[in-house]
């Protein structure tokens, strides 16, 4: 069964810092997505970035960028110029195209904007 | 203008009662689940619906009862609540296959229920 593991429940920055969270995965699936959700104290789940396993390019989006490493199964987000405003759980997702729409989710990472 | 939106967003009952949580989108599409974040923040699906037809229905009591009166409402009623039904409680939807190239979810405020 697939799995994805975020091996840290928390960490923090100093805002403009660089900051990167882990996530790995297991899978023997060749085609599959994957995500990463952050949920601010709000509580509502926000898509930050998705990246296509067929995809080689890792994807970005303004300050997100991802480093996907397949081979490695590992699917990291990096938050570059750290805002107050991100700080929030960051969750990983993974869904491959046979479980029915299902996302698997990883535990979250608490990440925490020291300013 | 609110993509996904659930009702109420907050839900205090006794322990034993009946409650539903209500869930819309206007997104257009096909696909509409339930989720529950449990106090530990993990995340686990309950159900999925696909143009009103049940696809997913993992192990929850059946207490829970989703019900879809139309593409675009996904509702959940709860039976005789307990107290490990506290949680809070996200509707999302989705797009089906083929129409976008991932079918990523977009997900609702979330509904916190607290039994007492």
């Known amino acids: 069964a697939q799995t994805v593991t975020q091996s840290q429940p928390e960490m923090s920055v100093q805002e403009a810092e660089t900051v990167t969270l882990s996530c790995t995965y297991d899978?023997?699936?060749?085609?599959?997505?994957l995500f990463w959700y952050k949920q601010p104290p709000s509580r509502q789940m926000i898509l930050v970035i998705r990246q296509e396993a067929y995809k080689q390019q890792n994807a970005t989006e303004n300050r997100f960028s991802v480093n996907f490493q397949k081979a490695a199964k590992s699917f990291s987000l990096k938050i570059s110029d750290s805002q107050l405003g991100d700080a929030a759980m960051y969750f990983c997702?993974?869904?491959?195209?046979?479980?029915?729409?299902?996302?698997?989710w990883g535990a979250g990472t608490k990440l925490i904007i020291k300013p | 203008d609110t993509a996904v939106s659930q009702t109420p967003k907050y839900l205090v009952t006794q322990m034993g009662n009946d409650k539903s949580i209500k869930c819309e989108q206007n997104l257009g599409h096909d696909t509409m689940y339930w989720y529950k974040q449990d106090s530990k923040k993990f995340l686990k699906i309950m159900f999925s619906?696909?143009?009103?037809?049940?696809?997913i229905n993992e192990t929850v009591p059946n207490r829970f009862s989703p019900k879809s009166p139309d593409k675009a409402h996904l509702n959940l009623h709860i039976n005789s609540l307990e107290l490990g039904d506290s949680a809070v409680y996200f509707c999302?939807?989705?797009?089906?296959?083929?129409?976008?190239?991932?079918?990523?979810?977009?997900f609702g405020p979330g509904t916190r229920l607290t039994v007492l």
């Open positions: 997702a993974y869904r491959d195209m046979d479980s029915n729409y299902q996302l698997i």
């Open positions: 619906y696909n143009n009103k037809e049940l696809i």
């Open positions: 899978t023997s699936e060749s085609d599959y997505y």
């Open positions: 999302a939807s989705s797009p089906y296959i083929g129409q976008e190239p991932t079918d990523t979810q977009y």
